[in-house]
């Protein structure tokens, strides 16, 4: 069913939710969170991603409030994973981006739902502040239930890691990696003896990029903190998160629903996937249609897009090493 099936005219204007953009794969609405969740049909989506406003009283424009009591803010964000769970398909997918503070509660609810814990996934950001007698907080959690046995998981691999001073493979899993496929492979499944394990590794290639499956701990996801690829003032995300997890927990042709859309960079990531999506935001919906519109326009952001271009260091040249042009 093409999402803009599951919720008609009528039903919208009767909830209150606005449109405000149409593309082939997916509709935007501007309005409430739980008016767009409650307008949908019982298990009529894949995917739920949710980076709901984490109540530490930041703005983000007209209409959103982001400074609540703690219960207040609980028994709201019940409501909206309550119906989440319910539009949800048998196997469909629930991701929750947020603080570890509230992704504890969360698991917590919706494990009384019973809803199938996947995974707890740990982004890592790094250049934190620490608050009082606190640690440095350096990730946020994204949780990832599914609607029981999911009924799609593609193996999605990310590149490994290098040192980013000599550009050397930073060795979790022992030595430099030979013939690797280009498009990602599983190296253990490959590579089960020691001495292709732990074979020491060759000088470094600076052109090679190698895989390996994706892990519980994400260190490769950039804040957007940059004005030139930021699409609004508070907080969004990077569309390698979002790539990523729409890659992984969907195929082709389903449905992916965000009812908190912000920048729309979960509505930017669907359509280059070629699948289909709906979404609300309550607030400025600019920010999101602006992005959309790049796109139809043919204006890719690159996965890593968001840390802009890195300048990379040149040798010193030793005065020795300087040659004197002769003239001619």
């Given at each position: ?9 009528d ?27 409650s ?45 989440s ?67 799609v998981?593609?193996k999605?691999?990310?590149?490994i ?38 074979e ?123 040659q ?5």
């Amino acid at each position: 069913m093409l999402p803009f099936r599951l919720i008609t005219t009528d039903a919208a204007t009767q909830k209150g939710l606005q449109q405000v953009y149409m593309s082939e794969y997916g509709i935007l609405y501007q309005g409430d969170c739980l008016k767009l969740l409650s307008a949908l049909p019982d298990e009529s989506v894949d995917i739920v991603f949710a980076d709901p406003p984490f109540n530490l009283g930041k703005e983000y424009g007209k209409g959103v409030s982001d400074r609540m009591e703690a219960d207040k803010y609980l028994d709201w964000s019940q409501q909206w994973l309550s119906e989440s769970i319910r539009v949800l398909k048998e196997g469909g997918s629930l991701f929750v981006f947020n603080l570890p503070k509230w992704c504890i509660d969360y698991g917590a609810y919706l494990n009384q739902k019973g809803m199938w814990f996947r995974h707890w996934i740990a982004c890592r950001m790094p250049k934190a502040f620490p608050r009082g007698k606190k640690m440095s907080p350096a990730h946020y959690g994204l949780i990832y239930y599914t609607k029981g046995e999911p009924a799609v998981f593609n193996k999605v691999y990310t590149p490994i890691q290098v040192c980013r001073h000599c550009g050397g493979e930073i060795r979790d899993y022992g030595g430099h990696r030979k013939k690797l496929n280009e498009k990602g492979i599983n190296l253990m499944d490959v590579w089960d003896t020691p001495e292709d394990v732990w074979e020491n590794a060759a000088e470094a290639d600076f052109t090679e990029v190698l895989w390996t499956l994706t892990e519980e701990m994400w260190t490769d996801i950039p804040p957007v903190r940059h004005r030139r690829h930021k699409k609004r003032v508070s907080n969004e995300l990077a569309p390698i998160m979002l790539e990523r997890i729409i890659a992984m927990a969907s195929n082709p042709g389903q449905i992916v629903v965000d009812p908190f859309g912000g920048s729309g960079t979960t509505f930017y990531a669907a359509e280059k996937l070629q699948r289909y999506w709906i979404g609300s935001e309550i607030g400025d919906t600019e920010p999101a249609i602006e992005r959309l519109t790049d796109l139809a326009n043919g204006i890719i952001e690159q996965w890593e897009s968001a840390r802009g271009i890195k300048k990379l260091k040149q040798p010193k040249t030793t005065a020795s090493q300087q040659q004197i042009p002769h003239s001619t």
